[in-house]
C-alpha cells in the first residue's frame, strides 16, 4: 500500500500538472533521494514499491492521460555531502520536476535550501527538526509528516490542560557521528516552547546510551524529582 508521502507526493503532483495547459505528452520526473539501507524506515527499498503503485494507479485510472510520471532514484546515503550531490545530479543531468526527499535532517538542509534557486518543490516525510519551520528560508519544502514543533505543541497543549508547570527533559544525546542527536532534536522545540510559556528555566539532563557507565542514572533521576513534576523522556 503507498505511504502517506507517496499518496500526497503523487496527488500534489497531479494537482499541480492538471492545471498546466493541455500538451500533447508531458514527462514529470520524480527526483527520488533516499537511503538504499533498509535500517532506516523511509529506504528506497521500502518507498519505490509504493511509488510505482501509485503512478500505475494515476495511469490505469487515466487521472493525467498525457503526462508520463517517471521515478529517477539516488542513494542519499543519509549523508550531509552525499545527500545533496545526489539532489544536484538529478536537478542537472536528468531536469527532475521535483524531489521526493531526502528524509534525514542532515541531507536534506542543502537540498531545500538550493531548491528555490532550482525552483524544484521538495516533498519530504522527514526534516522534521524545527529549523525547517523557516518558510523563509526553506521556500519550496512540502514536509508530509508531523514535525517535531507539532509534537512540542501537542505535549504543551496536554501539560496547560493539566495544569502542568514545572517540567523537566531527559534525553539521549547519542550524536553517532552527527553534531546533534535525533533526542536533541526531538526535545528542542519542546524546550523553547516551554521557556515561552511559562518564562523560567527549563531542568534537562543528557546521555550517552552507548556509554552507559559513564553516567550516574540514580543522580539523573533524583534531579529531576527535585527541578520537575513531569519529566519528559526521550531515547
Not at 539532563?205 to 543522580?219: A, G, I, L, M, Q
Request: charged letters at 20%; one cysteine or more; aromatic letters at 12%.
Amino acid at each position: 500500500m503507498p505511504t502517506t508521502m507517496d499518496l500526497f507526493g503523487i496527488t500534489f503532483i497531479a494537482t499541480c500538472i492538471s492545471v498546466l495547459p493541455e500538451v500533447a505528452s508531458l514527462d514529470v520526473k520524480l527526483g527520488v533521494i533516499l537511503p538504499e539501507d533498509t535500517i532506516y524506515e523511509w529506504s528506497l527499498k521500502r518507498v519505490i514499491p509504493a511509488i510505482d503503485i501509485a503512478i500505475e494507479s494515476i495511469q490505469t485510472r487515466r487521472l493525467l492521460p498525457n503526462v508520463r510520471l517517471i521515478a529517477l532514484t539516488n542513494d542519499s546515503m543519509c549523508s550531509e555531502t552525499i545527500g545533496p550531490l545526489r539532489a544536484i545530479d538529478l536537478y542537472m543531468h536528468h531536469n527532475v520536476n521535483v524531489f521526493f526527499g531526502p528524509v534525514c535532517a542532515y541531507a536534506i538542509a542543502p537540498v531545500a535550501r538550493f531548491s528555490p534557486y532550482w525552483n524544484v518543490p521538495v516533498l519530504s516525510a522527514g526534516a522534521l527538526v524545527a529549523a525547517f519551520d523557516n518558510k523563509t528560508e526553506f521556500k519550496l519544502l512540502t514536509r508530509v509528516h508531523g514535525s517535531n514543533s507539532n509534537a512540542a505543541d501537542f505535549f504543551l497543549d496536554i501539560a496547560q490542560n493539566f495544569n502542568w508547570t514545572t517540567l523537566g527533559l531527559i534525553y539521549n544525546d547519542n550524536r553517532s557521528g552527527k553534531d546533534k542527536s535525533l533526542c536533541y532534536f526531538r526535545m528542542e522545540p519542546i524546550f523553547f516552547k516551554i521557556q515561552a510559556m511559562y518564562k523560567k528555566e527549563t531542568w534537562y539532563r543528557s546521555f550517552d546510551e552507548v556509554e552507559p557507565t559513564t553516567y550516574d542514572f540514580e543522580k539523573i533521576l533524583r534531579e529531576a524529582s527535585l527541578n520537575s513534576r513531569i519529566t519528559l523522556f526521550s531515547l
